[in-house]
């Protein structure tokens, strides 16, 4: 069964840092681009990062870039969020998700929640 | 990275049909055959209806179909069921980033 979990989020404090990690199983997860998109509570979907499939090139949203790193580890089959310099706004439910065969993102993880607050 | 532009809510009665629109630019909706449409219950993740404009994944009902006019993408549900119920969200891939959203519609079936 192809699978997504996500993991790491929490409650952390402005100006912190937290790592999500986003295990894959049941495709061969290195032949693939892989995305970061979060939902504020009560909001819409926003696309936040992604990785080629062998970690050589990323690319990050406006709101993100700069404070946020997408890495990847293609022998653990995991996928990583690094975020720093969080602010309120951040606040959101995290997915990873994943283009699998098709143009489009047909692979979603359950979400992990960050709560940025003091 | 302005978010596609869709009505906040649609609504129709079982068995009637509806259309949702989302509006892009030239960098995105209107460069590229790349719009998909996803299906959010509330509390779940979201999952994936049409991709690639006209096409459906496996599994997704033949009542849902999507088009393209220039920089407009749209979503039409026919035969509405309870289930429809849902907010739906249209992406495309764009040319300054990778995949922008549009805002969600909430389908009410009354």
């Known amino acids: 069964e192809v699978q997504l979990v996500e993991s790491g989020g929490g409650l952390v404090q402005p100006g912190g840092s937290l790592r999500l990690s986003c295990a894959a199983s049941?495709?061969?997860?290195?032949?693939?681009?892989m995305h970061w998109v979060r939902q504020a509570p009560g909001k819409g979907l926003v696309w936040v990062s992604r990785?080629?499939?062998?970690?050589?090139?990323?690319s990050y949203a406006d709101s993100v870039k700069g404070r946020f790193t997408i890495s990847r580890d293609n022998a653990k089959n995991t996928l990583y969020l690094h975020m720093n310099s969080l602010r309120a706004e951040d606040t959101a439910v995290y997915y990873c998700?994943?283009?699998?065969?098709?143009?489009?993102?047909?692979?979603w993880g359950q979400g992990t929640m960050v709560t940025v607050s003091s | 990275q302005s978010a596609l532009t869709q009505p906040a809510s649609v609504s129709g009665s079982p068995g009637q049909s509806i259309t949702i629109s989302c509006t892009g630019t030239?960098?995105?909706?209107?460069?590229?055959?790349?719009v998909s449409w996803h299906q959010q219950h509330p509390g779940r993740a979201p999952k994936l209806m049409i991709y690639?404009?006209?096409k459906r994944p496996s599994g997704v009902s033949s009542r849902f179909s999507g088009s393209k006019s220039g920089n407009t993408a749209s979503l039409t549900i026919s035969g509405l069921q309870a289930e429809d119920g849902a907010d739906y969200y249209c992406?495309?891939?764009?040319?300054?980033?990778?995949?922008?959203f549009g805002g969600g519609t909430e389908l009410t079936v009354l």
């Open positions: 690639e404009v006209t």
């Open positions: 990785i080629h499939s062998d970690g050589s090139s990323t």
């Open positions: 992406s495309s891939y764009a040319t300054s980033t990778s995949w922008v």
């Open positions: 049941g495709f061969t997860f290195s032949n693939y681009w």
């Open positions: 998700a994943g283009p699998l065969g098709v143009n489009a993102l047909n692979i």
């Open positions: 030239s960098s995105d909706v209107g460069s590229y055959n790349l």
